[in-house]
């Protein structure tokens, strides 16, 4: 397994893809649609002998531009097939259209939370930038992964472990003889990993609980007891229950705040983001938002707090 270090103009810095050799030559993430990425992608992959006609499978842990934005350039090279869970198939297939059901979603959520309207403004011209980055890829090219399912890699079996969290739709795999989980974004060892708020799913009527399903998907990757965790952005981690149990121990703490600032001080998701987050700005009080709601879902699913509607704004209480 080699990792393929692929640079983002993003603030989270370089995404790790992983190649596999083997019977089918198989790229795990792609980098962002961006010149800089697919150059050093091409480069990546020449240094080991190959070249993008080559690769016969890609593998997408999720559909965030940084880990499958190239991958409609990958399939126009090579014909490969596209591996991921189901939930990211209109993502990569219709990801402009898919995209764009994130703005008026994201209006309604920032109006809900009592955010002022130029707040949505400001999220949603940071979305539109995002949606440079990636193109879809064909229909027929794309493969559903369910959750256990069996990949070959190299010669290796691994398994998809289906984690949602970060994502609606992540994906982890893990290899069980050499204990190694590759975690994409779901584990990262230096930054805790978003909760991204989400729309519904197309057939779906509620939006995904981001940082309820975070926390099951890492009780769940706990029980698997890798040695070592290959993750999306940053080193390696090898201390993997140590990290769990600080993250969770992380969460656990920042429920407490935001219940005791509920008692206090706030009552709306954005006036909880501007109290544990008063320096973000523009696209990252998305993020500080996706982060305080995740928290809320959590509070009011151990009937810690419970929600009011009022005025079209979504007000928090201290049960
Ligand atoms: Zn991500």
């Given at each position: 397994m080699h990792t393929l270090v692929i640079p983002t103009p993003?603030?989270?810095?370089p995404v790790n893809c992983y190649l596999a050799e083997g019977d089918e030559l198989t790229l795990i993430d792609t980098g962002p649609k961006d010149a800089a990425a697919l150059a050093a992608l091409r480069e990546e992959l020449r240094a080991r002998?190959?070249?993008?006609?080559?690769?016969r499978r890609v593998i997408v842990s999720h559909a965030h531009v940084d880990h499958m934005g190239l991958a409609a350039q990958i399939v126009a090279e090579s014909g490969a097939r596209v591996l991921a869970h189901a939930r990211n198939r209109w993502w990569l297939t219709d990801f402009h259209n898919e995209w764009g059901r994130r703005y008026d979603f994201y209006r309604t959520v920032a109006r809900q939370s009592g955010a002022p309207p130029e707040y949505a403004d400001r999220v949603v011209q940071g979305m539109q930038i995002f949606s440079r980055y990636a193109d879809p890829i064909p229909a027929e090219n794309f493969v559903a992964l369910e959750d256990d399912a069996a990949v070959t890699l190299g010669d290796a079996a691994w398994r998809v472990v289906f984690a949602p969290g970060h994502a609606g739709g992540l994906i982890c795999l893990h290899d069980p003889s050499s204990r190694t989980l590759m975690a994409s974004d779901h584990l990262l060892r230096d930054i805790t990993s978003n909760p991204v708020l989400e729309p519904p799913?197309?057939?779906?009527a509620a939006r995904p609980r981001a940082l309820v399903d975070y926390i099951a998907s890492m009780e769940k990757t706990l029980q698997l007891a890798p040695q070592v965790v290959l993750p999306g952005h940053g080193e390696p981690i090898y201390d993997v229950r140590a990290l769990i149990a600080a993250r969770l121990a992380f969460h656990r703490a920042r429920l407490d705040h935001i219940e005791a600032q509920l008692r206090c001080c706030a009552s709306t998701a954005y006036e909880l983001c501007n109290v544990l987050f008063p320096k973000l700005k523009s696209f990252d009080v998305f993020l500080g938002l996706s982060e305080v709601i995740g928290h809320l879902d959590l509070l009011e699913r151990a009937g810690r707090i419970r929600c009011e509607m009022r005025d079209e704004v979504i007000r928090y209480v201290p049960v």
């Open positions: 993003f603030p989270v810095g002998g190959f070249a993008l006609s080559d690769v799913a197309r057939d779906e």
